[in-house]
Every structure is written in C-alpha cells, then in structure tokens.
C-alpha cells in the first residue's frame, strides 16, 4: 500500500516568491491497483510522480510504503523496497547494450537468458534482433528509448511500477501493443500500477483515477465513475485526447 499524507512541494528562484506546486495531497493506493493520474499540464502529475520515486523531496508531507516512511529515503533505497520508475524522457546509457541493461533491470539473481530478454523487447513492439545488441546511446530515437525502458520495467517486476506518460513519442502501433503490455501485466501479476497520462485508452483500462489540477486533487474515483466526468469536462479538467 502507498499512502500520501498531507504532501506538498514548492520551488523558489532565487529573489522570487516560493511556487507551490503540489498542495497538501493526500492519497492511498491499495496493492493490486491500476492508478491512473491525470490532469491538465503543468498540474504536478510528473512532480508527484518524482515524489513517491525519491527524484524530489516533497516539501511537507510523509510518503510511506506498505507501513514503512519513506519519505527521507534515496531513489535507490526506494528501489531496493520494491519501486521502478519509467521516465517520460529516458536516460541514454552508451557503452551499455539493450540485452545488458534489461537483464541488470531484473536482477543478478534472474540470470536472465538472451532469448528472455528478447520476449521482452518484443512485448514493446520491437524487434529483438535488431535490438538486443544495439549501444543504448544517442542512436536510438526517443521512442525505441522509450520502449527499451519500459522492457526494463516489465523485466524488474516490482510492486510498484511508476510510469510518466509512457505513451510519448509512441508510434501508434507501439502503442497499442503497450495498452495490451499494461492490461496483461495488471491480469496476470499482483503489482501495482500507476501511470501518468492523458491518453483516453490508457485511462479505459485503470481501476482507478485520480485528477490533479493546480497541485490538487480535484477529482477521485473508479474509473466508471470519473471517465464520464473526464469527457464532459467535469472533473476538474478537460479531456485529452
């Protein structure tokens, strides 16, 4: 179980007044849950989403993780608990192969095999043999990066897994392959999801979403319930396509 108490989290520039960016959020998220967040931009979806994962500091506030704080706790320590996390522009690793990078994802312990890292690039809709031994570095588009990540993340099969809008820079395609990656991960496993996103598809297949607009949550439910509200443009924010 994640629970967000009473967080928030502000920037200041130097000789300008504090911004507060989230604002006194509270929230919990059971195990087994496919949470949805979205919101207009500039909301604080992606901050939030930095503050469960240790990228930021919240401001005020307590982050805990299944009866453990973690508020003060490094990304790495977080990751060692159970939390990945899927950036919406990932990093770049040259010298490092796809096949390397997916297999040190899941563990040493795994030992996992070439043909297991395969299966999970091709979950992404990629095709693991032009992609297994390739340099993770400025020759992949952001969207084949975007995909290799997200292999990782499935190959970690943690907890909890975070991802900031993993439909960016997604071709159509891929993305439709994704939504069916989400759907059988949430299926199939007893992890947690919790996606960033303004894609309607994505949205249609969360057990639950939550609507931040200006730093708070303004909307909260099922998804039954808050997905008529999102496309009226009732809960808080207008609908994204």
């Known amino acids: 179980m994640l629970e967000l108490q009473n967080l928030s ?21 059971d195990d087994h849950t ?21 990228i930021e500091r919240p401001t005020s506030g307590r982050i805990v993780w299944n009866g453990t704080d973690i508020t003060e706790m490094s990304i790495t320590e977080r990751a060692n608990l159970g939390i990945s996390f899927a950036f919406q522009q990932p990093v770049r690793f040259k010298g490092i192969r796809v096949k390397d990078l997916i297999r040190l994802s899941a563990g040493a312990d795994k030992k996992l095999s070439t043909a297991s890292a395969c299966d999970y690039l091709s979950k992404v809709g990629l095709c693991a043999r032009d992609y297994i031994n390739r340099e993770v570095d400025a020759s992949l588009s952001g969207g084949e990066l975007k995909r290799i990540e997200i292999a990782t993340i499935i190959a970690r099969n943690t907890p909890l897994s975070v991802f900031d809008e993993p439909e960016a820079g997604i071709d159509l395609w891929s993305f439709n392959n994704l939504i069916k990656v989400f759907e059988e991960l949430h299926e199939t496993s007893t992890n947690s999801l919790i996606i960033i996103s303004h894609q309607e598809r994505i949205l249609n297949i969360a057990d639950e979403i939550v609507v931040i607009k200006d730093g708070s949550i303004v909307a909260q439910g099922t998804r039954d319930t808050i997905m008529p509200e999102l496309l009226k443009g009732t809960a808080g924010c207008k609908f994204y396509q």
């Open 34 to 54: 496919f949470t949805a967040i979205t919101g207009p931009n500039g909301g604080g979806k992606s901050t939030l989403a930095k503050l469960i994962m240790g």
């Open 9 to 29: 989290f502000e920037v200041s520039d130097q000789g300008s007044e504090a911004k507060e960016i989230i604002n006194n959020i509270n929230l919990t998220l």
